[in-house]
């Protein structure tokens, strides 16, 4: 079965600045996809970066930029110019092309400091 | 607008009682989710359907129960069988297996 490791429960970082949040996942498939997902404190979960793993280059959205490196099933999100809205709690999840379901990290929670 | 919406926002369930939380998708998607998630936890899937009348369980089945007779509605049963159903549900859904999974605003249910 697929896991999900984010191994640090807690981050903050300065507004302004940059901040990378860990994921490592364990899969034998070589076909699947990546998400990092921000709930912030409504709890609406929203869709950050999405990242196929077909793809040698690291998925970019404006200020979140991913580091795949698949070969040593890391997965991490960068952050860059932090801001206070940036604050909430973040989900890596990996997905396989074959099966249907997303399967979840423990989570990272975010704070940002002004 | 296009989404998923989930009603209600917040439910209250007594000892014995079963509930029901609805879930209602706009955006033409095949898959729907139902996941929970505990407090300071990740999410877990309860059950899952990727086409109309056909549901397969997921992760923590157990105490609860789905039908899915229109592709825009999944609801989810939490039945007295359930004996520790205050969580956050989430529902969610995805136009097929290669696309992005889309959540709901989420259900927080509480026992009196």
């Known amino acids: 079965a697929q896991t999900v490791t984010q191994s640090q429960p807690e981050m903050s970082v300065q507004e302004a600045e940059t901040v990378t949040l860990s994921c490592t996942y364990d899969?034998?498939?070589?076909?699947?996809?990546l998400f990092w997902y921000k709930q912030p404190p409504s709890r609406q979960m929203i869709l950050v970066i999405r990242?196929?793993?077909?793809?040698?280059q690291n998925a970019t959205e404006n200020r979140f930029s991913v580091n795949f490196q698949k070969a040593a099933k890391s997965f991490s999100l960068k952050i860059s110019d932090s801001q206070l809205g940036d604050a909430a709690m973040y989900f890596c999840?990996?997905?396989?092309?074959?099966?249907?379901?997303?399967?979840f990290g423990a989570g990272t929670i975010l704070r940002v400091k002004s | 607008d296009g989404g998923i919406t989930q009603s209600p926002k917040y439910l209250f369930r007594k000892e014995g009682q079963n509930v029901t939380l609805s879930c209602e998708q706009n955006l033409n998607h095949d898959a729907m989710y139902w996941y929970r998630q505990d407090p300071g936890q990740g999410l877990r899937l309860i059950y899952y359907s990727q086409i109309v009348n056909d549901f397969q369980k997921g992760d923590i089945a157990e105490g609860y129960s789905v039908s899915r007779e229109k592709k825009e509605s999944f609801p989810l049963t939490v039945t007295s069988a359930q004996k520790n159903p205050t969580a956050f549900y989430l529902c969610a859904s995805s136009i097929s297996p290669r696309g992005s999974v889309h959540f709901g605003a989420g259900t927080r249910l509480s026992v009196l």
């Open positions: 999840a990996y997905r396989s092309a074959k099966g249907n379901k997303l399967v």
């Open positions: 899969t034998s498939e070589s076909d699947y996809y």
């Open positions: 990242q196929e793993a077909y793809k040698q």
